[in-house]
């Protein structure tokens, strides 16, 4: 079923020279799973934008094109309606808090507030996503006396309690140690779990082996490939495009080692039947 | 930004990015107040979130300021800031329309701006400070000249309106400067989100 | 970090009351000696301002907020005692500085005015947590944008201070000079302040961002997630005060 249609996206931002977005046009089904990936100034931060209709009702410039999220058009809806179907997490965790909630338990509240959710319905929502997202510990603490990775979760969580069928996360641990990193990609794999569809950028090429679907490949605001995981981690001109691949396809291309699909492995899981398959049960 | 709902006179109605900017403008107040006593400098240097308000988003985001943060103010740390609050809101209109009208161009101007800022600020506190404590501002220098003066037989008004502009002066020029400073210090690309749709 | 605000948790009476309530007293304690401006009535505000503070058991933390004001109350019994424009009575006279009973008697007046203002407000601030007192207005009316602000800025206040202490530390560690001549000291000011100012000032971009996809500008109504408790009788005690506010007015036209 498709839960996400670009037609011919274009966008250019004010006072810039080049489009940051040029001609996009893709489909996502609802429950994919999508990670983006990209060198800088790919479009990717931008698409994250217009999926929420930041872009072009927060940015001014020159938009074409149009993005439907079911039958929803961005560009006739507001972002607070089009909020309740895409829900956007970005980098930086400290600026994702509203700033004006004392706790963690008020700071989920914001949204739902402002979306005239009902008490008791807000109360079950809180203690659910306070749950999902291990945050129960912390629920009394100031929002920014969080560590990065309990900030990401509570923004995660946050946008969770106004329930999006579509998550989009525009790098979200890119400003996180690797603890934080860690805490954050076992939250996203719980968002998986609820069945959301999911539009991730990252440069944790690793990660996305594991859990994306497919893989939309940007640069310079155009469509380099956008495939299965396997089918773009496979190609030979990543490198020269600046984009690496996840260690095991690079392991896998050294070894020679690919599947009858023609594709490199991209997960160690694979590789490791492959080799089995291979030599049999007693390598290793 | 684009906002649906219709704009009447009294709705609520400024850009996200001008809203946040406020609570951020009057935490500038309280930080340029701090470094200020912590330099023990001669001066307030309290205004200068207001002003950048103003510039940034126009006179409306600057009375805001302004007046909230002498709410707040009054609120937790001293009640008679609330007396002041028309003071305020008259600095951040006034840096709202002098800045629309090309007073942030170059420096001269800047010092232009601050001296009409100092003027009205002079002219709005003069009465409170009237109706409040008689005519004094509880600055010593300002209020010695205040006693001067009205030995001398000066009308209140004037000896109390010569006492604030005797504190308001130098402060309220330092403090648009250094706004302009930091103001053309901002990215473009930040400076064009703030300004009213 | 904490929240900006000099509320003090204690048990009584007057912390039980709704914020409203307590705004509205304090109006009404604030203006009625400025509509009616004999000494008589301020002073009698003023003490029932000092019993409730007693009452409230904060009356202690009340002495740091209001005294800065006696020097500058002090200053207004020397010059308006000796400079007074209706000075006639001579009360007495030191090296040769005569004080005169109208202006004594003025200064009193602005005085006891000032620190009925001062003592109002201190009850509502010491007894009421100010997010609960945005809250209460938001619920009334009061656009939810303005309450966001209001909410923020008690948060950033700490937070931006906090960060410029560490910037002067990290500033002074670099060998800045932050004594000295006075020149020196403003030449400090600049890069003390600019960082801080310039990286907030940035921030604003995504934290409206994030404000905005969580329905900030929803048109639908808000809700909350905190109940509000009134207890009984605050409405007719809200109606007394404005009721005596009527009259402090009646009284100043009939006179």
């Known amino acids: 079923m498709k839960k996400i249609t670009i037609n011919n996206l274009s966008y250019k931002y004010l006072l810039a020279e080049n489009k940051a977005l040029n001609n996009i046009s893709l489909e996502v089904a609802k429950g994919d799973f999508i990670g983006v990936i990209g060198p800088n100034k790919a479009g990717k931060s931008t698409l994250c934008k217009s999926l929420v209709g930041l872009i072009p009702h927060f940015y001014k410039g020159e938009f074409e094109g149009e993005i439907l999220i079911d039958k929803l058009n961005t560009l006739n809806s507001s972002i607070a309606e089009i909020s309740l179907k895409v829900g956007l997490v970005f980098q930086d965790p400290f600026n994702q808090i509203s700033g004006a909630k004392l706790t963690v338990y008020d700071e989920l509240a914001f949204g739902l507030e402002n979306n005239g959710v009902e008490r008791e319905e807000m109360i079950a929502r809180i203690d659910k996503y306070l749950d999902l997202m291990d945050l129960n510990k912390v629920k009394d603490n100031n929002p920014f006396e969080l560590s990065g990775g309990q900030m990401q979760r509570l923004a995660i969580a946050s946008i969770m309690a106004l329930k999006p069928d579509v998550f989009v996360l525009d790098e979200p641990t890119s400003q996180l140690d690797p603890q934080g990193t860690e805490e954050v990609f076992k939250a996203v794999s719980r968002l998986r779990e609820e069945n959301l569809t999911v539009i991730l950028v990252s440069q944790k090429l690793n990660k996305l082996a594991d859990y994306a679907n497919k893989i939309l490949f940007l640069n310079q605001g155009e469509i380099v490939a956008y495939d299965d995981t396997a089918a773009v981690f496979s190609r030979n001109d990543l490198e020269q495009m600046g984009m690496g691949a996840p260690i095991y396809t690079e392991i896998a291309r050294e070894l020679g080692l690919k599947n009858d699909k023609d594709q490199y492995p991209i997960r160690k899981s694979e590789i490791k039947e492959m080799l089995v398959a291979k030599y049999g049960k007693n390598i290793g | ?197 | 970090m904490r929240s900006l605000s000099l509320y003090v948790k204690r048990n009584s009476l007057i912390h039980k009351i709704d914020p409203l309530t307590k705004i509205i007293y304090v109006f009404v304690s604030v203006i009625s000696p400025f509509i009616m401006p004999t000494l008589m009535f301020a002073f009698s505000l003023t003490l029932i301002n000092l019993l409730l503070l007693l009452l409230a058991k904060v009356i202690k933390r009340v002495i740091p907020i209001i005294s800065f004001v006696f020097i500058i109350i002090l200053t207004i019994f020397v010059i308006q005692g000796m400079f007074y424009g209706a000075n006639q009575t001579k009360l007495f006279t030191i090296f040769n500085l005569s004080f005169y009973v109208e202006g004594i008697l003025y200064a009193a007046k602005i005085s006891v005015r000032a620190i009925n203002v001062l003592l109002a407000f201190s009850l509502l601030i010491l007894t009421t947590p100010p997010a609960e007192m945005i809250e209460s207005l938001v619920r009334r009316g009061m656009p939810a944008k303005l309450g966001y602000i209001m909410h923020s800025v008690l948060q950033i206040i700490p937070m931006m201070s906090s960060n410029a202490s560490i910037i002067m530390d990290a500033q002074r560690a670099r060998g800045m000079e932050t004594e000295g001549s006075l020149w020196v000291r403003i030449k400090a000011f600049i890069p003390l302040i600019g960082p801080l100012v310039m990286s907030s000032l940035v921030n604003t971009h995504e934290r409206s961002i994030a404000l905005e996809v969580r329905g900030f500008s929803a048109a639908t109504k808000k809700t909350f997630l905190h109940q509000e408790e009134v207890p009984g009788g605050m409405k007719q005690l809200r109606v007394f005060f404005f009721l005596f506010l009527t009259a402090v007015l009646a009284w100043r036209l009939v006179l």
Request: aromatic share 10%; hydrophobic share 50%.
């Open chain 2, 1 to 197: 930004m684009r906002n649906d709902q219709k704009k009447s006179l009294w709705s609520f109605n400024f850009s996200t990015m001008a809203l946040v900017l406020i609570p951020v403008s009057i935490g500038i107040n309280y930080v340029g107040k701090l470094f200020a006593q912590t330099l023990r400098l001669p001066l307030w240097l309290d205004s200068i979130g207001t002003i950048l308000a103003g510039i940034l988003a126009g006179p409306w985001v600057g009375a805001i300021s302004g007046g909230i943060n002498n709410v707040i103010y009054g609120l937790t740390i001293s009640p008679v800031s609330f007396a002041y609050g028309i003071t305020s809101v008259a600095i951040g209109i006034t840096a709202g329309v002098m800045a629309r009208m090309g007073f942030v161009k170059n420096m001269k101007r800047a010092v232009i701006m601050g001296v009409v800022i100092a003027v009205v600020s002079t002219i709005v506190s003069t009465p409170i400070n009237i109706i409040f404590w008689g005519g004094q501002t509880g600055n010593i220098w300002g209020d010695a000249l205040f006693g001067i003066l009205r030995s001398a037989n000066w009308p209140v008004w004037l000896a109390s309106g010569l006492d604030e502009l005797a504190v308001d002066l130098p402060d309220k020029i330092a403090t648009t400067i250094i706004a302009y400073i930091i103001y053309k210090g901002l990215p473009k690309r930040i400076t064009v989100l703030f300004e009213e749709s």
